[in-house]
T-cell receptor
Framework: AQSVTQPDIHITVSEGASLELRCNYS??????LFWYVQSPGQGLQLLLK??????LVQGIKGFEAEFKRSQSSFNLRKPSVHWSDAAEYFC????????????FGKGTTLSVSS | DAGVIQSPRHEVTEMGQEVTLRCKPI?????LFWYRQTMMRGLELLIY????????DSGMPEDRFSAKMPNASFSTLKIQPSEPRDSAVYFC?????????????FGPGTRLTVL
């Protein structure tokens, strides 16, 4: 069965420091992978997605993620964190066939310290 | 585009009462999804529609939950009777289709509290 694991429940990073949020997936075929961000009181916004091709994916707000099949990982990175990046981040794996829905990880809460 | 619209944003009700959550998907989107978010279980898919037809409702917790999509621009999620364990944030999302590559766009959610 498909599953997504985000090992870190909560991470605190200093403003200006680099960030890496971990995501591991379990999937039998080539996965479709997504990162969403949820700001307090808001819905989820797509940061980036990976379907195929270049394993380094660029997203909005300066985020990028790298797909590593050998490690079953899709970690999210940002070189310099801003205070406005404080939010909850969700990794998701897409359906194994058309007509089904995303499976989300439990999320990682990012706090940014000044 | 206004994005996915959900109402109400907050709902507080007493156990046993009927609760109706509403969703207006993005115009032109043919697929609509209802998710529930709790601390314990995270984000879970409840049901989704394609072209107004329910495709998979296996995530609906029990018969107290029902969802309808009478037309392409409106969907409801109803809980009757409500219970305290139904307290959660309910999200509606829409996408162009159910293609694996289509992005799901989420609404702001409805925070439901059942006392």
């Amino acid at each position: 069965a498909q599953s997504v694991t985000q090992p870190d429940i909560h991470i605190t990073v200093s403003e200006g420091a680099s960030l890496e949020l971990r995501c591991n997936y379990s999937y039998g075929a080539t996965p479709y992978l997504f990162w969403y961000v949820q700001s307090p009181g808001q819905g989820l916004q797509l940061l980036l997605k990976y379907f195929s091709g270049d394993t380094l994916v660029q997203g909005i707000k300066g985020f990028e993620a790298e797909f590593k099949r050998s490690q079953s990982s899709f970690n999210l990175r940002k070189p310099s964190v801003h205070w406005s990046d404080a939010a909850e981040y969700f990794c998701a794996v897409g359906p194994n066939q058309a007509g089904t829905a995303l499976i989300f990880g439990k999320g990682t809460t990012l706090s940014v310290s000044s | 585009d206004a994005g996915v619209i959900q109402s109400p944003r907050h709902e507080v009700t007493e156990m046993g009462q009927e609760v109706t959550l509403r969703c207006k998907p993005i115009s032109g989107h043919n697929s609509l999804f209802w998710y529930r978010q709790t601390m314990m279980r995270g984000l879970e898919l409840l049901i989704y529609f394609n072209n107004n037809v329910p495709i998979d409702d296996s995530g609906m917790p029990e018969d107290r939950f029902s969802a309808k999509m009478p037309n392409a621009s409106f969907s409801t999620l109803k809980i009757q009777p409500s219970e305290p364990r139904d307290s959660a944030v309910y999200f509606c999302a829409s996408s162009l289709s159910t293609s694996r590559t289509d992005t799901q766009y989420f609404g702001p959610g409805t925070r439901l509290t059942v006392l």
